[in-house]
T-cell receptor, first 111, second 114 residues
């Protein structure tokens, strides 16, 4: 059973556009929601993370929006660049327990 | 400061064999987690080691086992390999045993079981 559902599976965006990736979860015990970026041949790298006590967190061009009542969170990449082309994973973890990852979104930013 | 390193980078084994994968954690990190990433999927948690003790395990059978050494490097051992064990195996190190500590991933070991 997939604890964290991620969509879309793939995404193509024009340079300068906004990329939006969505995740949903059911387990209300989850209280930490990181996003990871993975380039081919590399391990995932932490991009940005949020806790459910805030509805939005912004770091540079990357923003997480969090909707606790809907049990959904999303990653927005503003002014998308070709260098952002990578696979993005959302994840969730409850206190003192393991990470559960989404299935990933392959983002391609077209110049 | 060196990052997380893993060896070997690629490995081919046949069904029924045993394999050992190695991970050197980032300097100063005392916690290592192992993940299996099947093609096109997200990483699946195998287990975590904190100061040489197992500190949590995912839904993997006992033929997946591990070790952490006093220098905090780690090994993942898989016995009786099955075709479905073909995957990228990722190691991540962190400072502290809490799962919400930032995890730094290595580049992974690509295992192919024939």
């Amino acid at each position: 059973q997939q604890q964290v559902k991620q969509s879309p599976q793939s995404l193509i965006v024009q340079k300068g556009g906004i990329s939006i990736i969505n995740c949903a979860y059911e387990n209300t015990a989850f209280d930490y929601f990181p996003w990871y970026q993975q380039f081919p041949g590399k391990g995932p790298a932490l991009l940005i993370a949020i806790r459910p006590d805030v509805s939005e967190k912004k770091e540079g061009r990357f923003t997480i929006s969090f909707n606790k009542s809907a049990k959904q969170f999303s990653l927005h990449i503003m002014d998308s660049q070709p260098g952002d082309s990578a696979t993005y994973f959302c994840a969730a973890t409850p206190v003192g327990n393991q990470f559960y990852f989404g299935t990933g979104t392959s983002l391609t930013v077209i110049p | 400061e060196t990052g997380v390193t893993q060896s070997p980078t690629h490995l081919i084994k046949t069904r029924g064999q045993q394999v050992t994968l190695r991970c050197s954690s980032q300097s100063g990190h005392n916690t290592v987690s192992w993940y299996q990433q099947a093609l096109g999927q997200g990483p699946q948690f195998i287990f975590q080691y904190y100061r040489e003790e197992e500190n949590g395990r995912g839904n993997f059978p006992p033929r997946f086992s591990g070790l952490q050494f006093p220098n905090y490097s780690s090994e993942l051992n898989v016995n009786a390999l099955e075709l479905d064990d073909s995957a990228l195996y990722l190691c991540a190190s962190s400072l502290g045993m809490g799962y919400q500590e930032t995890q730094y991933f290595g580049p992974g070991t690509r295992l192919l079981v024939l």
